[in-house]
């Protein structure tokens, strides 16, 4: 058996120890690099998504607004409350006051001995918008809805 010196030992040691602080360095800084990549893809994964959730939201605001003034049209219509023959090439309608930065256009015209009724909404200042289109035939106050 041959009997090591403890000097010769504790260098060897520290040479091993030497040549493998290095490549714990690098472990660290490859892991410490994914961890940092991961949460800059999480942060702009989660933005995109919050922006086009506030535009759906937006969307779904303007669609809203037009059926509702297209079901109240409707509704007078079918009252006969409203001349739509009187109200082509104009516009009858319009409500803004419903939602901060939303509008509402109604525009009524006449193709082909029926009339059109036009609903425009948008919402969030532009962002959502949604067109909601009725056709009737009829005259006077006696109107019926096309399908």
């Not at 922006?51 to 006969?80: E, P, R």
């Not at 006449?110 to 289109?133: C, L, P």
Request: with cysteine.
């Amino acid at each position: 058996m041959r009997r090591y010196n403890k000097t010769s030992l504790f260098k060897r040691t520290s040479g091993i120890l030497q040549n493998n602080e290095g490549t714990s360095l690098v472990l660290v800084s490859i892991i410490a690099i994914i961890i940092i990549t991961g949460v800059v893809i999480l942060h702009v994964t989660t933005s995109s998504l919050w922006a086009s959730a506030d535009l759906q939201k937006y969307q779904d605001q303007a669609y809203v607004l037009a059926t509702s003034m297209g079901d109240s049209i409707d509704s007078l219509v079918s009252q006969n409350k409203i001349d739509l023959s009187s109200c082509v090439g104009t516009t009858p309608f319009i409500d803004d006051s419903t939602l901060q930065a939303s509008r509402v256009t109604v525009t009524v015209a006449e193709k082909n001995g029926n009339y059109e009724v036009t609903i425009s909404a948008t919402a969030g200042n532009g962002k959502g918008t949604y067109v909601y289109k009725v056709t009737y035939r009829g005259s006077g106050t006696s109107y019926t809805r096309v399908y």
